[in-house]
């Protein structure tokens, strides 16, 4: 009967702190459960590209070709940069060569130039000059159209050249200068603005 006494004293004294360690079981649990749970960071935000160049080309050619395997433009240069924010290529003592369906060939030089992304739309800066071979509805080559200024916005696919700056056209003995400029081949039209003039050659009569 003491026994039985001295072991109820025993479990109402342990019962007093039974609420304590109770909570802290659950600590230690909790902290053991924190430092063995994977943790996964946050993905960094990307950073915004910046106007850096970010790789380089030396002395480079690149060509590129249509759906039928056909050469379609090819471009050389002493050196191109690449900026990411802007997609566009800066090209040094840029060679440009680009042919339409009908195989006819335009040929742009400049001391610089912008490219987009496809190079089909570049902004020729400092001695820049277009020259255009073309053919008759017979298929004989035609005389050239050479455009040259400080400033061409050429567009390739659509066969448009543009400048804001003075600019001088040639084709055989005729020669034509403006203030500014819109060529469209497609569509056979030239538009002169500002100071034009113009000269043109006698042909010989049939």
């Known amino acids: 009967m003491s026994a039985q006494r001295g072991f109820g004293r025993a479990w109402d004294r342990v019962s007093i702190y039974l609420p304590v360690i109770l909570m802290g079981l659950l600590a230690l649990g909790t902290y053991w459960l924190a430092r063995n749970t994977p943790t996964f960071s946050a993905p960094g935000a990307e950073r915004a590209p910046t106007?850096?160049?970010?790789?380089?080309?030396?002395?480079?050619?690149?060509?590129?070709?249509?759906?039928?395997?056909?050469?379609?433009?090819?471009?050389?240069?002493?050196?191109?940069?690449?900026?990411?924010?802007?997609?566009?290529?800066e090209i040094d003592n840029p060679r440009i060569r680009s042919y339409n369906q009908k195989g006819a060939l335009t040929v742009a030089t400049a001391k610089?130039?912008?490219?987009?992304?496809?190079?089909?739309?570049?902004?020729?800066?400092?001695?820049?000059?277009?020259?255009?071979?073309?053919?008759?509805?017979?298929?004989?080559?035609?005389?050239?159209?050479?455009?040259?200024?400080?400033?061409?916005?050429?567009?390739?696919?659509?066969?448009?050249?543009?400048?804001?700056?003075?600019?001088?056209?040639t084709r055989g003995g005729d020669v034509f200068v403006g203030d500014s400029m819109v060529y469209d081949n497609l569509d056979r039209v030239l538009v002169l603005e500002g100071r034009v003039r113009g000269t043109l050659q006698a042909r010989p009569g049939p």
């Open 51 to 89: 106007h850096e160049p970010d790789y380089f080309l030396r002395n480079f050619s690149v060509k590129s070709f249509d759906a039928a395997g056909r050469l379609k433009t090819e471009i050389h240069g002493a050196e191109a940069r690449h900026y990411p924010d802007t997609d566009t290529t």
């Open 112 to 169: 610089r130039a912008l490219s987009n992304a496809d190079g089909t739309e570049v902004q020729l800066m400092g001695d820049a000059v277009v020259t255009r071979t073309s053919f008759d509805a017979a298929g004989k080559p035609q005389e050239p159209m050479e455009i040259r200024g400080e400033f061409l916005h050429a567009f390739m696919d659509t066969e448009q050249v543009r400048s804001n700056q003075p600019v001088k056209l």
